[in-house]
């Protein structure tokens, strides 16, 4: 499971949107060859957030996609991102959702259409500063490219933190399915 995923993910229990919420349960330690991790985070969110417990992370490197990460953030519940990002141990995501230009057009040919030479189209002449801030823009995309696409858990629980229902996690998929009397 994609750590984008859980970042849309909610608890499947009707009552549990109406309950007030509860204090995540408490961390537990596992021992596998990979990166585990487990939730310390209290939900802060309106809706119920799941947390990651016991969760055996898996790094598949993919080619880096920039437009897509630009893209998929205006969507993203940054709040629960960085609660779901500290409970799996990335800690350097920014406190403040990054506010990052949309991708560059494609080009037509044209590479310099403004009088001032720095290819932006604004006729400032800023490009030092364009340089600098694309510097970090691209560090930022780079590390939620990482975060969010290069980065799955294989297998572990979701424990919602509003009720305490536990969802597994076996072989990268979570299993949201209800018991009867749950549904």
């Given at each position: 499971?994609?750590?984008?995923?859980?970042?849309?993910?909610?608890?499947?229990?009707?009552?549990?949107?109406?309950?007030?919420?509860?204090?995540?349960?408490?961390?537990?330690?596992?021992?596998?060859?990979?990166?585990?991790?487990?939730?310390?985070?209290?939900?802060?969110?309106?809706?119920?957030?799941?947390?990651?417990?016991?969760?055996?992370?898996?790094?598949?490197?993919?080619?880096?996609?920039?437009?897509?990460?630009?893209?998929?953030?205006?969507?993203?519940?940054?709040?629960?991102?960085?609660?779901?990002?500290?409970?799996?141990?990335?800690?350097?995501?920014?406190?403040?959702?990054?506010?990052?230009?949309?991708?560059?057009?494609?080009?037509?040919?044209?590479?310099?259409?403004?009088?001032?030479?720095?290819?932006d189209g604004d006729g400032d002449?800023?490009?030092?500063?364009?340089?600098?801030?694309?510097?970090?823009?691209?560090?930022?995309?780079?590390?939620?490219?990482?975060?969010?696409?290069?980065?799955?858990?294989?297998?572990?629980?979701?424990?919602?933190?509003?009720?305490?229902?536990?969802?597994?996690?076996?072989?990268?998929?979570?299993?949201?399915?209800?018991?009867?009397?749950?549904?």
């Amino acid at each position: 499971m994609k750590i984008l995923t859980s970042n849309f993910l909610t608890c499947a229990i009707k009552s549990c949107h109406t309950r007030p919420p509860k204090a995540p349960p408490p961390p537990t330690s596992t021992s596998t060859s990979t990166r585990s991790a487990s939730s310390s985070s209290a939900p802060s969110t309106a809706s119920p957030i799941l947390h990651f417990r016991d969760a055996e992370l898996v790094h598949k490197p993919q080619p880096f996609n920039g437009p897509f990460i630009r893209n998929v953030l205006p969507h993203l519940d940054w709040e629960r991102l960085l609660i779901t990002a500290r409970e799996l141990g990335f800690s350097t995501l920014p406190l403040t959702k990054p506010d990052l230009p949309p991708p560059p057009p494609s080009t037509d040919g044209d590479p310099d259409d403004s009088a001032d030479g720095d290819g932006d189209g604004d006729g400032d002449g800023d490009s030092d500063v364009d340089m600098v801030e694309a510097d970090a823009d691209a560090g930022t995309l780079h590390l939620l490219h990482r975060i969010l696409l290069e980065s799955s858990v294989q297998s572990g629980v979701l424990v919602c933190g509003q009720c305490g229902h536990e969802y597994a996690i076996r072989e990268g998929i979570a299993n949201f399915l209800l018991p009867s009397h749950l549904v």
